[in-house]
C-alpha cells in the first residue's frame, strides 16, 4: 500500500502570526523599508497629497491582510497607475489639483466597488481574456510615461514649465530640462538613479537584502541638509508630507458624476487596470511561493476592492498587489499574510513618530526611485523578448506602447488587441471560434481528453480554462489541439502554466497534436499555425 508523506505548509491566520511570527516581521520591516519611499512618490507623482501613498500602504497591510485570497502578496501603491491617477486629477480639475484629488476619489471609490462586484462574479480569471503582448506593451508605455514625467522633478526643473505636457512633448523637451537643471538636485537625482540601477547587480546576498530604495534616503537625506536645502532651493526641491491626523478625513466627492463621459472613462481604468495589475501579480507571486500555495483569486480581488473603496474614502491612492515590494517579501523569507500586515504595521508606527523626517527627503531622490521602476517596465529586454515570441506579438506591443503615449491607456490596449484580432483573422480563425472554443472533455477512466476544437486564442481561453479547471486534481489530461488552426501565444504560456500547477498537485498534462502546427518563431510559447496542402 502506497503512503503519501503530508507536505508542510505554513500555518494560516492567528496561528500563522504565532508559528511565523520572526520570519513574517522581519520581512515585512524590510519591505516596509522599501515601501516608504516609494508609496510617498508615487502619490506625488499621481498629483496626490503624498501622505496618501503612506495611507493605502497602511490600509492595505493593516486592513486587506485579514481578507486578501493570496498569502504573500503585498497590498499598496502601484506605480503602474500613476498615469491614471495623475490624468484624472487633471482632467477633472481643470488646472485645479485639489478639486481633481477629491473628484478623482469618486471615480476610484466605485472602481474599488466594481472589483468587489468582480470578485463576487468569480472574474478573478480577468487576466487570462487580454492578450499577454498587449497588457506588456500598456506596462511599457506605463514605464516611459513614468521616466518622462519624472525627468523634470529628477533635474529639480520648475514643474510649472512641463504642467500639462504630454508624453510625446515630454520626451521632446528633455534637453530642454537637462538645460534648466539644478545643479544641487540633479546631483542628488542621478546619483540616486545610480544606486537604484546598480545595487541590484551586488553579487552578495546579504547586501541585496538591503533595499536600494533605503539606501537612496541613507545617500540624500545627509546630502540635502549637507547642501542646506531649506534656505538654498525652492520649495518644491523637498517633499511636504503633513500631519497623518490632519489629513484623515473623509475627502471623496461625487460632483464629478457630472462630467459623465470622464467619469466613467476614468472608473473603467482605474477597475480594469488596477484589476489585472493585481491579478498578474498574484499569479507571479503564487509561482515564486515555495509551498506552491494557489491563491484564491476571487477572494483577493474582493479584498483589494474593499481595500480601495475605504483608501478612497479617506483620500488615498489606489492599490494593488504590487509586484516589486511582493517579490521582495518572498525573497525574504515570508511565510504567511503576517508580512503584509507588518509592512504596514511599521509604516504607520513610523508616520506617527518620525514623519518630519520624511519632509527631509529631496523630491530628485524619490523621482530617480520611480525612473527606476520606469526602465524596469519598459527595458530593452521586454522589446527583445517580446520579439523572440514572434514577430506578430512585437507588432501587437508597439502598437499598444503607441496608442497608449498617443491617447490613454484604455485605447491602448484596446488598439493591441483589435490587432491581434485581426492578426488571427488573417491566420485562419473563424469569426465564430473568438469567443467560443469548442471543446470536448472524455473520460477514460482516470484519464481525461480534452479536444478543442477550431482555434485556442486569447478571446475564447476562459471557456477552455473552465472546462480544464472543472477535472478533478491528481489525473492524466490529454490535450488535443489537433483540430485547431490556431493556438496563439496567450493560450501556449497560459496552458504551460496550467499544465505546472496542475503537475505540481500530483497530476500529469500531455499536449497532443501540435505536430502539423508550425511555430511562429523558435520561442516554446510562440503561437502556432496548421500547415496544410494549400498553405503558404
Same mark, same amino acid.
Request: glycine share 8%.
Given at each position: 500500500?502506497?503512503?503519501?508523506?503530508?507536505? !508542510?505548509?505554513?500555518?494560516?491566520?492567528?496561528?500563522?502570526?504565532?508559528?511565523?511570527?520572526?520570519?513574517?516581521?522581519?520581512?515585512?520591516?524590510?519591505?516596509?523599508?522599501?515601501?516608504?519611499?516609494?508609496?510617498?512618490?508615487?502619490?506625488?507623482?499621481?498629483?496626490?497629497? /503624498?501622505?496618501?501613498?503612506?495611507?493605502?500602504?497602511?490600509?492595505?497591510?493593516?486592513?486587506?491582510?485579514?481578507?486578501?485570497?493570496?498569502?504573500?502578496?503585498?497590498?499598496?501603491?502601484?506605480?503602474?497607475?500613476?498615469?491614471?491617477?495623475?490624468?484624472?486629477?487633471?482632467?477633472?480639475?481643470?488646472?485645479?489639483?485639489?478639486?481633481?484629488?477629491?473628484?478623482?476619489?469618486?471615480?476610484?471609490?466605485?472602481?474599488?466597488?466594481?472589483?468587489?462586484?468582480?470578485?463576487?462574479?468569480?472574474?478573478?480569471?480577468?487576466?487570462?481574456?487580454?492578450?499577454?503582448?498587449?497588457? #506588456?506593451?500598456?506596462?511599457?508605455?506605463?514605464?516611459?510615461?513614468?521616466?518622462?514625467?519624472?525627468? /523634470?522633478?529628477?533635474?529639480?526643473?520648475?514643474?510649472?514649465?512641463?504642467?500639462?505636457?504630454? /508624453? +510625446?512633448? =515630454?520626451?521632446?523637451?528633455?534637453?530642454?530640462?537637462?538645460?534648466?537643471?539644478?545643479?544641487?538636485?540633479?546631483?542628488? *537625482?542621478?546619483?540616486?538613479?545610480?544606486?537604484?540601477?546598480?545595487?541590484?547587480?551586488?553579487?552578495?546576498?546579504?547586501?541585496?537584502?538591503?533595499?536600494?530604495?533605503?539606501?537612496?534616503?541613507?545617500?540624500?537625506?545627509?546630502?540635502?541638509? !549637507?547642501?542646506?536645502?531649506?534656505? %538654498?532651493?525652492?520649495?518644491?526641491?523637498?517633499?511636504?508630507?503633513?500631519?497623518?491626523?490632519?489629513?484623515?478625513?473623509?475627502?471623496?466627492?461625487?460632483?464629478?458624476?457630472?462630467?459623465?463621459? %470622464?467619469?466613467?472613462?476614468?472608473?473603467?481604468?482605474?477597475?480594469?487596470?488596477?484589476?489585472?495589475?493585481?491579478?498578474?501579480?498574484?499569479?507571479?507571486?503564487?509561482?515564486?511561493?515555495?509551498?506552491?500555495?494557489?491563491?484564491?483569486?476571487?477572494?483577493?480581488?474582493?479584498?483589494?476592492?474593499?481595500?480601495?473603496?475605504?483608501?478612497?474614502?479617506?483620500?488615498?491612492? /489606489?492599490?494593488?498587489?504590487?509586484?516589486?515590494?511582493?517579490?521582495?517579501?518572498?525573497?525574504?523569507?515570508?511565510?504567511?499574510?503576517?508580512?503584509?500586515?507588518?509592512? *504596514?504595521? +511599521?509604516?504607520?508606527?513610523?508616520?506617527?513618530?518620525?514623519?518630519?523626517?520624511?519632509?527631509?527627503?529631496?523630491?530628485?531622490?524619490?523621482?530617480?526611485?520611480?525612473?527606476?521602476?520606469?526602465?524596469?517596465?519598459?527595458?530593452?529586454?521586454?522589446?527583445? #523578448?517580446?520579439?523572440?515570441?514572434?514577430?506578430?506579438?512585437?507588432?501587437?506591443? =508597439?502598437?499598444?506602447?503607441?496608442?497608449?503615449?498617443?491617447?490613454?491607456?484604455?485605447?491602448?490596449?484596446?488598439?493591441?488587441?483589435?490587432?491581434?484580432?485581426?492578426?488571427?483573422?488573417?491566420?485562419? %480563425?473563424?469569426?465564430?471560434?473568438? +469567443?467560443?472554443?469548442?471543446?470536448?472533455?472524455?473520460?477514460?477512466?482516470?484519464?481525461?481528453?480534452?479536444?478543442?476544437?477550431?482555434?485556442?486564442?486569447?478571446?475564447? !481561453?476562459?471557456?477552455?480554462?473552465?472546462?480544464?479547471?472543472?477535472?478533478?486534481?491528481?489525473?492524466?489530461?490529454?490535450?488535443?489541439?489537433?483540430?485547431?488552426?490556431?493556438?496563439? #501565444?496567450?493560450?501556449?504560456?497560459?496552458?504551460?502554466?496550467?499544465?505546472?500547477? !496542475?503537475?505540481?498537485?500530483?497530476?500529469?498534462?500531455?499536449?497532443? *497534436?501540435?505536430?502539423? #502546427?508550425?511555430?511562429?518563431?523558435?520561442?516554446?510559447?510562440?503561437?502556432?499555425?496548421?500547415?496544410?496542402?494549400?498553405?503558404?
Amino acid at each position: 500500500m502506497k503512503t503519501t508523506i503530508k507536505k !508542510y505548509i505554513p500555518a494560516d491566520g492567528f496561528a500563522g502570526l504565532k508559528e511565523n511570527f520572526k520570519a513574517d516581521a522581519i520581512s515585512g520591516f524590510i519591505v516596509f523599508l522599501l515601501a516608504l519611499p516609494l508609496s510617498l512618490g508615487i502619490a506625488k507623482a499621481s498629483e496626490f497629497p /503624498p501622505i496618501m501613498g503612506l495611507i493605502t500602504a497602511i490600509i492595505g497591510g493593516l486592513f486587506v491582510s485579514f481578507f486578501m485570497g493570496s498569502r504573500l502578496s503585498i497590498k499598496g501603491p502601484a506605480a503602474g497607475l500613476i498615469v491614471i491617477v495623475a490624468g484624472a486629477v487633471a482632467d477633472f480639475g481643470q488646472g485645479d489639483p485639489i478639486l481633481g484629488w477629491k473628484l478623482a476619489l469618486g471615480a476610484m471609490v466605485v472602481a474599488g466597488l466594481m472589483q468587489i462586484v468582480f470578485g463576487l462574479l468569480k472574474l478573478g480569471k480577468l487576466a487570462d481574456f487580454f492578450p499577454l503582448s498587449a497588457i #506588456h506593451g500598456m506596462l511599457a508605455a506605463i514605464g516611459i510615461i513614468i521616466i518622462v514625467k519624472q525627468m /523634470p522633478v529628477l533635474l529639480n526643473d520648475n514643474p510649472i514649465l512641463s504642467k500639462g505636457m504630454g /508624453p +510625446f512633448e =515630454l520626451l521632446w523637451n528633455i534637453p530642454n530640462f537637462i538645460k534648466n537643471l539644478d545643479p544641487k538636485a540633479a546631483i542628488i *537625482g542621478v546619483i540616486s538613479l545610480l544606486i537604484m540601477l546598480l545595487w541590484p547587480l551586488i553579487k552578495n546576498k546579504t547586501l541585496k537584502r538591503i533595499p536600494a530604495a533605503l539606501l537612496v534616503l541613507v545617500f540624500a537625506i545627509p546630502a540635502e541638509l !549637507y547642501m542646506d536645502f531649506a534656505n %538654498t532651493e525652492p520649495s518644491y526641491a523637498l517633499l511636504e508630507v503633513g500631519s497623518l491626523m490632519d489629513n484623515l478625513n473623509i475627502n471623496a466627492s461625487f460632483d464629478g458624476i457630472s462630467q459623465t463621459g %470622464t467619469f466613467i472613462k476614468y472608473v473603467i481604468m482605474f477597475a480594469l487596470v488596477g484589476t489585472l495589475e493585481s491579478l498578474l501579480t498574484v499569479k507571479a507571486v503564487d509561482m515564486l511561493d515555495s509551498y506552491k500555495r494557489k491563491s484564491n483569486m476571487n477572494k483577493d480581488l474582493i479584498a483589494t476592492g474593499i481595500g480601495n473603496t475605504i483608501a478612497a474614502f479617506l483620500g488615498g491612492i /489606489p492599490m494593488i498587489s504590487e509586484v516589486a515590494r511582493s517579490s521582495a517579501n518572498v525573497a525574504n523569507g515570508a511565510k504567511t499574510r503576517w508580512a503584509n500586515f507588518f509592512h *504596514g504595521f +511599521f509604516i504607520l508606527v513610523f508616520l506617527l513618530l518620525a514623519a518630519p523626517i520624511l519632509e527631509m527627503i529631496p523630491n530628485s531622490a524619490l523621482a530617480a526611485m520611480l525612473v527606476a521602476v520606469g526602465i524596469k517596465l519598459t527595458h530593452p529586454r521586454e522589446f527583445k #523578448h517580446i520579439f523572440k515570441i514572434g514577430k506578430e506579438q512585437l507588432a501587437i506591443f =508597439l502598437v499598444t506602447i503607441l496608442v497608449t503615449l498617443g491617447e490613454d491607456l484604455l485605447i491602448g490596449i484596446v488598439a493591441g488587441m483589435l490587432l491581434k484580432i485581426v492578426i488571427h483573422m488573417f491566420n485562419g %480563425t473563424p469569426i465564430s471560434s473568438f +469567443f467560443k472554443a469548442p471543446t470536448l472533455v472524455s473520460r477514460l477512466g482516470d484519464k481525461y481528453v480534452v479536444e478543442i476544437d477550431k482555434a485556442a486564442v486569447f478571446t475564447n !481561453y476562459l471557456g477552455i480554462k473552465r472546462d480544464l479547471e472543472d477535472i478533478p486534481q491528481g489525473l492524466e489530461i490529454t490535450i488535443d489541439l489537433h483540430k485547431t488552426n490556431l493556438v496563439d #501565444h496567450s493560450v501556449m504560456e497560459n496552458l504551460e502554466h496550467f499544465k505546472n500547477e !496542475y503537475e505540481s498537485n500530483g497530476g500529469t498534462v500531455i499536449f497532443k *497534436g501540435l505536430e502539423h #502546427h508550425k511555430a511562429m518563431s523558435d520561442h516554446p510559447f510562440a503561437a502556432r499555425k496548421k500547415q496544410t496542402k494549400t498553405s503558404i
